[in-house]
């Protein structure tokens, strides 16, 4: 009985772990990386959703707005028995598109144009974080887990 509960709810269920190639660039357009699952208790794995969100926010106190935008979204079906105990990794290549508001859009004409952009976006407290969120079907579990990793970009292109 106390075995089914913890099922329904997920405890002791499917854990994930996250380790992606660095390093990462907004202007490559795509995450490579691996997912390690891991589970204390036997689990059958249909698939995972792998989706890149964008947090945009914007604003300041009363007028403070938060928008979120997924720029990419992946299925790995696997179809498979995670033993008591076994971990597994499972690579996976994401590609992506990001977003650009007009605001960008008009930064990136000119020089001029583009600092004034800035200056502009900083005043609003313009902000955008990243994550990736990955979800694990078919545990048995009422709700399917679900992971958020936060992803960070480096900020120089290297030569």
């Not at 650009?100 to 313009?126: A, H, Y």
Request: aromatic fraction near 10%.
């Amino acid at each position: 009985m106390i075995n089914k509960f913890k099922n329904w709810l997920g405890i002791e269920g499917v854990k994930a772990r996250l380790d992606l190639k660095e390093p990462l660039r907004q202007e490559d357009y795509c995450i490579e990386g691996n997912i390690e699952l891991h589970s204390i208790r036997a689990q059958t794995i249909e698939d995972i959703h792998i989706r890149f969100i964008e947090k945009y926010k914007r604003g300041k106190k009363e007028s403070l707005k938060i928008d979120e935008f997924i720029l990419g979204g992946k299925i790995l079906e696997l179809n498979f028995k995670l033993e008591d105990g076994e971990s597994r990794q499972f690579p996976f290549r994401l590609e992506y598109e990001m977003l650009q508001s007009s605001m960008d859009k008009l930064g990136k004409k000119n020089f001029i144009v583009g600092g004034l952009v800035s200056l502009l976006k900083r005043e609003q407290n313009v902000s955008s974080t990243f994550r990736l969120e990955v979800k694990i079907n078919g545990t048995g579990s009422a709700l399917p887990p679900k992971f958020d990793f936060p992803v960070s970009f480096n900020k120089k292109r290297q030569a």
